[in-house]
């Protein structure tokens, strides 16, 4: 069964500074996706990055990058030069192969606030 | 671009009552989840279509049932609603043949039964 670990509930990060999310998941197949959602306090889910697991390169979008350590089921999720706008839930997540399982399962997520 | 989206946005019922919830996925997708957002919690998936046809089952009650319609459009219908139905519920969609590397969240339609 697929897995997705977020070990922290929240973190409080200067504004300008950059933030690591941590995740780590489990899985038995080979081919998955992982993905980072942010939700801001209006309830919206904002998709910000996707990480093949046969991506040769870690996925970047701007502030965003993951940081994708495969032996290490870690994908944990970089913002750079952080804004007040950041703050946010943060949702880890991972979908199976996409031919026989393309659900989303999602980590608990860590709750982020930027402080001025 | 064009986005997911989900009517109605927000919708109050009683208990024992019935809901209907509408999701239109992004042009030229066309694969529809549905997921449950509890207060505090994570989503949970509840269904999917692909072309059509339901193609993986969550943790969605018997007395929920969804269709995905031939212009693609999905609607949950739930009945018999419960206080503990209460929950933001998200639609996504993603595209097969793009290689459903992402899956993209309507605005969610939060649902309060009272």
């Known amino acids: 069964a697929q897995k997705i670990t977020q070990t922290q509930p929240g973190m409080f990060v200067q504004e300008k500074e950059a933030v690591t999310l941590d995740c780590t998941y489990d899985?038995?197949?080979?081919?998955?996706?992982l993905f980072w959602y942010k939700q801001p306090s209006s309830g919206e889910m904002i998709f910000l990055i996707y990480q093949g697991s046969y991506d040769q390169q870690n996925a970047t979008e701007g502030r965003y990058s993951l940081n994708f350590q495969k032996a290490r089921k870690s994908a944990n999720l970089v913002i750079s030069a952080s804004q007040l706008g950041d703050s946010a839930m943060y949702f880890c997540?991972?979908?199976?192969?996409?031919?026989?399982?393309?659900?989303?399962?999602f980590g608990k997520g860590t709750r982020l606030h930027i402080l001025p | 671009a064009a986005g997911v989206i989900q009517s109605p946005r927000h919708l109050i019922k009683e208990k024992r009552e019935t809901a209907t919830l509408k999701c239109y996925p992004i042009?030229?997708?066309?694969?529809v989840y549905w997921y449950q957002q509890g207060p505090g919690q994570d989503p949970q998936f509840l269904i999917s279509f692909y072309e059509k046809m339901q193609s993986d089952k969550g943790s969605i009650p018997d007395r929920f049932s969804a269709q995905q319609f031939s212009d693609y459009h999905s609607e949950l219908n739930m009945s018999s609603l419960e206080l503990g139905d209460s929950a933001l519920y998200f639609c996504a969609s993603s595209s097969q043949d793009a290689g459903a590397r992402e899956q993209y969240f309507g605005p969610g339609t939060r649902l309060t039964v009272t």
């Open positions: 042009p030229r997708h066309d694969t």
């Open positions: 997540a991972m979908r199976g192969p996409r031919d026989r399982d393309d659900k989303i399962i």
């Open positions: 899985t038995s197949d080979p081919s998955y996706g």
